[in-house]
C-alpha cells in the first residue's frame, strides 16, 4: 500500500502525535476536581464525571450536530454552578483555567516515535496540525515542551476557529493555509468520525492510527468513507508515503 501525490501530511494532535487517552483525560479531571474541592469544598466526584463526559462530547452533539467547540470559560462556569449553586468570581474563574491549562501541559508527553517520524517526512512533505481542542494556548504550549512545535505549519486549533472536526470549516481553512488542492493533502488522526470522516468528506486522503483509543467512543455509520490506509502506529507512516 502506497499513497502517492501527497505534498502535505497534517496531523491530529491526541492520540495521533501524543497520547491522550484514558488516563490522561482522568489526570485532567482529577486535577480539576482538586481545584475545585480547594476553591468550594467537596462535591459529588459522579456528578463532576457525567459533566466532563457530556462536555466532551457536546461538540458532536445534536442531529444534525452543529460541531460548535466549547467555550471553555463557559463550561467551567457551568460546572460551578452545577455542582455548588453558585458562579465563580473572576479570580476563581481564572484558577480554574489555569489549572486545566497546567494540567493538559503537565501530562502530555513526547512519544519516543514522533519526532524521528516527523523529521523524516519534513524533508518531503509539509507538516501541519489541526487538532480539536477547546484551550488553543495549551496545545501550543503543549507543543513547545514536546519538541513537536518546529515542525508543524501552521497550527490550527478547534478553540480558534470555533467548529470542531469533522464540520468541513477546520479542514477548509487548513487546505486555504496550504494553498493546495484537497487530493495532494493528507489527513493523519486516531478519530474515526473527526479525523476519517471530516477529511475524507473533504476530499483530502486520510490516514487513521489506531494505537490509542480516544476517550470519545464515535461510531461508524452506514455511508461512512473508508480511509486510504490503516496503521497501528504513527512510525508506520513513512512507510506508506514511499522512500
Ligand atoms: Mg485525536
Known amino acids: 500500500m502506497r499513497i502517492d501525490g501527497i505534498k502535505a501530511v497534517v496531523f491530529d494532535y491526541g492520540n495521533t502525535l501524543i497520547e491522550f487517552s484514558a488516563r490522561q483525560a482522568h489526570a485532567c479531571d482529577a486535577r480539576l476536581a482538586a481545584t475545585l474541592t480547594s476553591l468550594y469544598g467537596p462535591h459529588d466526584p459522579a456528578a463532576l464525571r457525567r459533566i466532563r463526559s457530556a462536555d466532551r462530547s457536546a461538540p458532536y452533539a445534536g442531529d444534525p450536530p452543529e460541531y460548535r467547540e466549547n467555550d471553555l470559560p463557559a463550561i467551567t462556569r457551568a460546572a460551578v ?38 523529521e523524516r517526512l519534513a524533508s518531503r512533505f509539509r ?8 484551550d488553543a494556548p495549551a496545545i501550543r504550549e503543549s507543543l513547545r515542551r514536546t519538541g513537536l512545535a518546529p515542525f508543524l505549519d501552521p497550527v490550527l486549533i478547534s478553540a480558534d476557529l470555533g467548529r470542531v ?30 479525523d476519517v470522516q471530516g477529511a475524507r468528506r473533504a476530499g483530502w ?28 502506529a504513527l512510525r508506520d507512516l513513512p512507510a506508506l508515503l514511499g522512500p
Open 205 to 232: 486522503r486520510s490516514v487513521w492510527v489506531t494505537r490509542w483509543v480516544p476517550p470519545e467512543e464515535m461510531p461508524r455509520t452506514a455511508g461512512d468513507l473508508p480511509p486510504d490506509a490503516v496503521i497501528p
Open 127 to 134: 507538516l501541519a496540525l489541526l487538532s480539536n481542542y477547546p
Open 81 to 118: 454552578a452545577a455542582l455548588y449553586g453558585r458562579a465563580p468570581t473572576g479570580g476563581e474563574l481564572q484558577t480554574l483555567l489555569r489549572a486545566r491549562f497546567d494540567a493538559f501541559v503537565e501530562v502530555v508527553a513526547a512519544d519516543p516515535d514522533t519526532v524521528p517520524v516527523l
Open 165 to 194: 472536526k469533522p464540520h468541513p470549516l477546520p479542514f477548509r481553512l487548513m487546505r486555504e493555509a496550504l494553498a493546495l488542492p484537497p487530493e495532494q493533502i493528507l489527513y493523519v488522526g486516531d478519530n474515526w468520525l473527526a
